[in-house]
């Protein structure tokens, strides 16, 4: 059954699966929908037209679906869609779409957000992904699965983070940071492959080593950018991640952090 605090506020036209639990002094807005077993521990605000996904746990002092800090909206409606499995720590901000970003925040299934993480309007972030203390994501963001932003990172408008991309502590990431890099400093610079990374994560031998002379191409070697992914497509074959490294790259707006 579910269970709702005496000094929790959950508005009549919410709804709320089984085995949910809204604990003391929780707001709840007439838009939100809470799937099966969502926990909010205290004093969270979820209003907007916000859905949260089964089995995730919101601690406390979290807020969700809120207005945008962005002087651009003007009250449309708009919306945040939350996957299963969160865990969304203390102080977590997450702020719903916006009509000019395509009216919606997204995040996926099974990510960890830290305490005092910041996503703001119109980001779409994987499954899968760690967001480390007080790491703070600008309108527009996308983060792809598997992918870690370190504590107190930030991360610009409209920048990407690749597949399974470790954005280390204390970075600045102004352009896109790519698939299965190390990627550090302010202004953030790629470090090359993570290594350990991958193999913590069970990649083969193969695809490792075919990442690792990508990334030498791109990183080491006296060519630009064009002519280190025509070598890489004349050299390396076969490979999906490498595939999805020079997509990556080919498809960037901003720029790639090389």
């Known amino acids: ?132 203390n007080a790491a703070t994501l600008a309108g527009h963001v996308e983060i792809a699965d598997r992918a870690n932003v370190g504590a107190y990172s930030g991360v610009h408008q409209f920048c990407r983070v690749g597949r399974e991309a470790f954005v280390g502590g204390y970075s600045v990431v102004v352009k896109d940071a790519p698939p299965f890099a190390i990627i550090q400093g302010n202004h953030a610079r790629c470090y090359g492959l993570n290594r350990v990374g991958m193999r913590r994560r069970g990649y083969a031998k193969e695809v490792i080593e075919n990442l690792n002379h990508a990334y030498r191409l791109l990183l080491s070697s006296k060519l630009n950018t064009a002519q280190a992914l025509e070598r890489i497509r004349e050299e390396i074959s076969g490979c999906e991640e490498v595939d999805l ?4 790259i080919e498809s960037s707006k901003r720029g790639v952090v090389l």
């Not at 980001?123 to 760690?130: F, P, T």
């Not at 490294?245 to 990556?248: C, I, K, Y």
């Open 1 to 132: 059954m579910t269970f709702i605090h005496q000094t929790a506020i959950v508005a009549p036209e919410a709804r709320l699966e089984a085995d949910c639990y809204i604990g003391p002094f929780c707001t709840v807005g007439a838009e939100v929908t809470l799937g099966e077993g969502v926990r909010l521990d205290s004093h969270v605000a979820v209003d907007g037209r916000t859905s949260i996904g089964r089995g995730t746990h919101v601690f406390p002092f979290v807020s969700i679906g809120l207005a945008p800090q962005d002087l651009k909206y003007g009250g449309e409606e708009t919306a945040t869609g939350i996957g299963e499995e969160n865990q969304i720590r203390e102080f977590v901000t997450i702020h719903r779409g916006t009509a000019g970003g395509g009216g919606v925040t997204r995040i996926g299934d099974r990510n960890l957000l830290m305490a005092q993480a910041h996503v703001a309007h119109d980001c779409q972030i994987g499954s899968d992904v760690i967001m480390a």
């Open 245 to 248: 490294l020079v997509e990556f």
